[in-house]
T-cell receptor
Framework: QKEVEQNSGPLSVPEGAIASLNCTYS??????FFWYRQYSGKSPELIMS????GDKEDGRFTAQLNKASQYVSLLIRDSQPSDSATYLC??????????FGSGTKLNVKP | ETGVTQSPTHLIKTRGQQVTLRCSSQ?????VSWYQQALGQGPQFIFQ???????GRGNFPPRFSGLQFPNYSSELNVNALELDDSALYLC?????????????FGPGTRLTVL
């Protein structure tokens, strides 16, 4: 079992729609959770971090964390073609190790 | 731009050789983590350095080693290169002393092993 699991996609949504990205993790003691965006050939760039159960909003992005279900999600409202990228979920475990999922490729169609 | 820099940008080596990759952390960050990202995969955690000491390690063999210097810059050394070591190597800096472990990535070094 991988430490962090994501659906590889691709997830295709029309411009203006809501994109929903999901992630599950295996270490119940995990402390910190992150979403990164990675364009092809580039390094990951931080979208958001979340540490407590519930929702955290930043502009068009909302991260949701449910530690009981070991589940993290990212919602992108009003999706734009420029949002087309691979989205990486990352988790910091109790032992100060960081785990990334393989990423979900998002395509936003004009 | 995150303020994290890496050198070189690209590197080609042959199997069995040794390589050193370098990273300068963002101003004010005292922690550097290294990752290996193979094509189509997520980054794999190699190790983290905090105040010049290794502070966490992933499932990589001992031929992957590192250093952190007093100015918090860091090196990743890989000995006895194998073909599977071909990947994008990323470093990320953070400032956990400031109650945040958020990591900011540099542009990466693309290593090709022939």
């Amino acid at each position: 079992q991988k430490e962090v699991e994501q659906n590889s996609g691709p997830l295709s949504v029309p411009e203006g729609a809501i994109a929903s990205l999901n992630c599950t993790y295996s270490d119940r003691g995990s402390q910190s959770f992150f979403w990164y965006r990675q364009y092809s050939g580039k390094s990951p760039e931080l979208i958001m971090s979340i540490y407590s159960n519930g929702d955290k909003e930043d502009g068009r992005f909302t991260a949701q964390l449910n530690k009981a279900s070991q589940y993290v999600s990212l919602l992108i409202r009003d999706s734009q073609p420029s949002d087309s990228a691979t989205y990486l979920c990352a988790v910091r475990s109790n032992f100060n190790k960081f785990y990334f999922g393989s990423g979900t490729k998002l395509n936003v169609k004009p | 731009e995150t303020g994290v820099t890496q050198s070189p940008t690209h590197l080609i080596k042959t199997r069995g050789q040794q390589v050193t990759l370098r990273c300068s952390s963002q101003s004010g960050h005292n922690t550097v983590s290294w990752y290996q990202q193979a094509l189509g995969q997520g980054p794999q955690f190699i190790f983290q350095y905090y105040r010049e000491e290794e502070n966490g390690r992933g499932n990589f063999p001992p031929r992957f080693s590192g250093l952190q210097f007093p100015n918090y810059s860091s090196e990743l050394n890989v000995n006895a290169l194998e073909l599977d070591d071909s990947a994008l190597y990323l470093c990320a800096s953070s400032a956990p002393d400031r109650s945040t472990d958020t990591q900011y990535f540099g542009p990466g070094t693309r290593l090709t092993v022939l």
